[in-house]
């Protein structure tokens, strides 16, 4: 099984519905991310987390929100989802301060939105 | 959180061919790592390099690190066409709470 899992893989959806995505891990790694990714260009980071006591914004975090249920899982929910936030999504983990700062990624959500 | 910008944008080779990607950032770093990320998958971590190492190899990779120049290359030698990939770089200082990641280069090796 993968260390770091994403649910749903693929999910097509329309204008101004709410979708969610999860994210489980079982690295027990304490730092969690997601990142979105378009065609083409890099990965841009959505919002982080360091414990669930501990959300952070990304640089584009705006039509997101997050929920760390626990040390384990990490949500990225789209409240009203748009055509733009189609897109690859990615969560990652990583272990935590005065680390290496190395990144487990898991193999991504492709959200299309009509 | 600095990003790192890779160098070129695309490159296509042929099968055993070495293949050289470069990586500029601004500020300074505790370490920098190299992940790859096969076409609509997710990335993984290849390679990290640190401050003070000048060069490092892991099978037929090798990283090197110029920290005055602020810049590393990835080479990868005798290439196949299963290394056809995304390559990023990230820099990444002790401070930071984040990696970023550039566009990445774009390796196609030719069979």
């Known amino acids: 099984d993968a260390d770091v899992t994403q649910t749903p893989r693929n999910r097509i959806t329309k204008t101004g519905k709410r979708i969610m995505l999860e994210c489980s891990q079982t690295k027990g790694h304490d730092r969690m991310y997601w990142y979105r990714q378009d065609p083409g260009l890099g990965l841009r980071l959505i919002y982080y987390?360091?414990?669930?006591?501990?959300?952070n914004k990304g640089e584009i975090s705006d039509g997101y929100s997050v929920s760390r249920q626990a040390q384990a899982k990490f949500s990225l929910s789209l409240e009203s989802a748009i055509p733009n936030q189609t897109a690859l999504y990615f969560c990652a983990t990583g272990i935590g301060q005065g680390t290496s700062g190395e990144l487990f990624f898991g193999e991504g959500s492709r959200l299309t939105v009509l | 959180s600095q990003q790192g910008e890779e160098d070129p944008q695309a490159l296509s080779i042929q099968e055993g061919e070495n293949a050289t990607m470069n990586c500029s950032y601004k500020t300074s770093i505790n370490n920098l790592q190299w992940y790859r990320q096969n076409s609509g998958r997710g990335l993984v971590h290849l390679i990290l390099i640190r401050s003070n190492e000048r060069e490092k190899h892991s099978g037929r990779l090798r990283v090197t690190l110029d920290t005055s120049k602020k810049s590393s290359s990835l080479l990868i030698t005798a290439s196949r066409a299963a290394d056809s990939a995304s390559y990023f770089c990230a820099p990444f200082s002790g401070s930071a709470r984040q990696l970023t990641f550039g566009s990445g280069t774009q390796l196609t090796v030719l069979p």
């Open positions: 987390s360091f414990d669930v006591k501990d959300i």
